[in-house]
């Protein structure tokens, strides 16, 4: 019995001990099978969220500042602090706006120029076949003196040279007539370092996005129209045959393009982007500004300006028209520094911020002034001999000056500069913020017209047609019309981002370099 109930005990033990096992294996599981649940349910969350959602955020972060950048600036939320609302305009900011105002009839002229035949003024007859008033020659309303400056480019180039004579002088003529030699020492090292940098680097940026594009083939698909232009044929990039030899020819280009030991009248042009040939002169005519600039800084008022007086009289004489409004615009800088201390009872070696007062007299002949400039700077660019209102004028120009059509308007350039720095009314008026934006992406606009005119702008502006009725014509103008708005609207935008992407980080690039290499 014993054994038997031993046995038994033991046989109850052994099954108790085999559900306890049992149960406890049981228990496991469900611990173990509830461990795995929740680390197989957390895992593949994390795979579904926590690890594609850092690369969906980068790649939404990525996507968002692409279409920021791309934006235009003055579209962008917040884009004024308070400090650049507040900040007051420098005494030469309505020469910001008169820069952006003369990149934008560049800009006109170069869309215009294959098509319409613009370089005619009005009434102008150059075969001399007929009487000028008894025939119907080029009379329409808008080759009209004044009228034409809407369209006319030119001229805007010589308004450019006098606006940069004007601001690289005025800042160092200040500090001459201060008598701060030291300033005036690290002002002139300062300016004469980054000159080439500020001109050059944008430039090499945007004549890159021309092989680019010539790679993309855009150009070679624009070529037949650009060398069906029935007016004037401009040069077009020429596509080859790889992206190696596309990338030497650029290489090549550009060693003529910074070559500033070539002082003709259009060296460093390059047929990348032809549009670029007033970028070496700046460059050239800065530097001999600068040297002048050095040579005169220790003279008297009087002395100063008498000598740049007879260096604009010897450039006009060798027929250096590219020179002669740079020097200009230092004598207006110092003429106007001279005013607006005088006209504000202050110190001479003082400028003043407040409303000047001329006299009615003054005003008239400044206001005449202007009038002179604006009928000047329309002088033609071709045939002036045989246009009305210009024929006496083109005997007057000098034998030597052979850029004939260029002395007249680099004059009308120098008295609207002139002219604008008296009239405060206007100043106010180019100071209001339309215009100092475009003022603020002049040089990009400059710089970014030509590649988008010669790839976007020949894709989409209409052939001239071959039959040329009233109707035909009309429906031609208006489709011009429209691609022009189009091509317009679309060289702000890219002007704005070329801003922002490659102008202003190359002036930041060029200001470090100048404290990495300066010894302060």
């Not at 790679?215 to 596509?239: S, V, W």
């Not at 206001?367 to 002088?379: I, K």
């Not at 019309?481 to 922002?500: E, G, N, Q, Y």
């Amino acid at each position: 019995m014993s054994a038997y109930s031993s046995s038994s005990r033991s046989s109850t033990d052994e099954s108790h001990i085999g559900l306890l096992d049992e149960k406890r294996h049981l228990d496991d599981h469900e611990r173990g099978s509830g461990f795995a649940t929740w680390f197989t349910s957390r895992t593949q969350n994390e795979l579904l969220t926590s690890r594609p959602c850092l690369p969906l955020r980068q790649l939404g972060r990525l996507l968002k500042q692409s279409l920021y950048i791309l934006l235009p600036s003055f579209l962008h939320p917040h884009r004024y602090t308070a400090s650049e609302k507040s900040e007051p305009l420098p005494p030469t900011a309505f020469l910001d706006s008169c820069r952006g105002l003369a990149a934008l009839v560049v800009m006109f002229t170069h869309i215009l120029y294959g098509t319409f035949n613009i370089t005619y003024a009005w009434g102008a007859n150059p075969d001399l076949s007929a009487e000028f008033y008894g025939q119907q020659v080029n009379k329409e309303f808008l080759r009209l003196p004044i009228v034409r400056l809407l369209y006319s480019g030119p001229p805007m180039v010589q308004i450019f040279f006098v606006i940069s004579g004007y601001a690289l002088s005025y800042k160092p003529l200040r500090l001459m007539r201060s008598g701060l030699s030291e300033k005036l020492m690290t002002t002139m090292t300062s300016s004469i370092f980054r000159r080439g940098l500020r001109l050059f680097l944008p430039c090499f940026a945007s004549t890159f996005l021309v092989i680019c594009l010539a790679q993309l083939n855009l150009y070679k698909i624009t070529e037949p129209f650009a060398k069906g232009m029935r007016n004037l044929n401009e040069d077009h990039c020429y596509t080859q045959p790889n992206l190696w030899l596309q990338f030497v020819d650029w290489l090549e280009q550009m060693l003529i393009f910074v070559n500033v030991f070539d002082w003709s009248l259009y060296a460093g042009s390059v047929e990348l982007d032809r549009h670029l040939w007033t970028i070496p002169v700046e460059f050239r005519c800065s530097m001999a500004l600068f040297l002048t600039q050095m040579a005169v800084a220790r003279m008297s008022t009087k002395m100063r300006i008498s000598t740049f007086t007879l260096l604009i009289i010897w450039g006009v004489s060798w027929g250096r028209w590219d020179l002669c409004p740079f020097l200009a615009g230092a004598v207006i800088a110092e003429l106007d520094i001279i005013w607006s201390s005088t006209s504000a009872k202050l110190p001479i070696t003082t400028v003043s911020t407040a409303p000047r007062r001329a006299s009615l007299a003054a005003n008239v002949i400044h206001c005449g002034t202007l009038l002179c400039s604006l009928f000047l700077l329309s002088y033609p660019d071709a045939a002036g001999h045989a246009t009305p209102g210009y024929i006496t004028l083109t005997k007057l120009i000098p034998p030597g000056f052979t850029e004939m059509h260029r002395f007249w308007p680099t004059i009308g350039a120098i008295l609207i500069i002139w002219s604008l720095s008296r009239i405060d009314f206007l100043r106010h008026v180019l100071c209001w913020s339309p215009l100092q934006y475009l003022g603020k992406i002049s040089f990009p606009l400059y710089v970014m017209h030509g590649p988008i005119i010669h790839t976007l702008g020949y894709l989409i502006l209409p052939k001239t047609p071959e039959v040329e009725t009233p109707e035909i014509m009309r429906q031609f103008e208006f489709e011009f019309l429209k691609s022009s708005v189009f091509i317009v609207f679309t060289v702000i935008w890219a002007a704005d981002v070329f801003l922002r992407v490659v102008d202003t980080p190359c002036v930041t690039l060029t200001k470090k370099l100048e404290r990495m290499l300066f010894v302060t």
